[in-house]
């Protein structure tokens, strides 16, 4: 992704890879962690194209606002996709359904990771 974004254009000090998390909701924690204070700039992010969808979720929930951009020009139309699709439609149905337990309830625990 660095190599296509500078080879477009992208100035090297605009980019920023965040590569030690395992999971989305930590990547973009340390993303927020990063990026706060300074100067306020658009921000991309830049993910799977069936994976974009529960990366703006998580990404708005920690208050961030990025812009997406899909990291293929085209979803592709196979049986590992169609599974991948299946399993972000769980794991987002899984996200808002804590997100809202943990509101009803109070759990501040939850809240803190997942805000």
Excluded: M
Aim: hydrophobic share 40%; proline share 3%; aromatic share 8%.
């Amino acid at each position: 992704g660095r190599h296509f974004l500078r080879e477009s254009g992208a100035p090297a000090d605009h980019l920023f890879i965040e590569n030690q998390s395992l999971n989305t909701l930590d990547n973009l924690r340390q993303a927020r962690r990063l990026l706060t204070g300074g100067e306020q700039r658009s921000r991309v992010l830049v993910t799977q194209r069936y994976h974009l969808a529960r990366a703006l979720a998580l990404a708005r929930g920690l208050g961030l606002q990025p812009r997406l951009c899909a990291a293929e020009e085209r979803l592709r139309h196979d049986p590992g996709t169609l599974w991948r699709l299946a399993l972000e439609a769980y794991y987002l149905h899984w996200y808002d359904v804590g997100r809202i337990w943990s509101r009803w309830t109070r759990n501040r625990k939850s809240l803190v990771r997942i805000t």
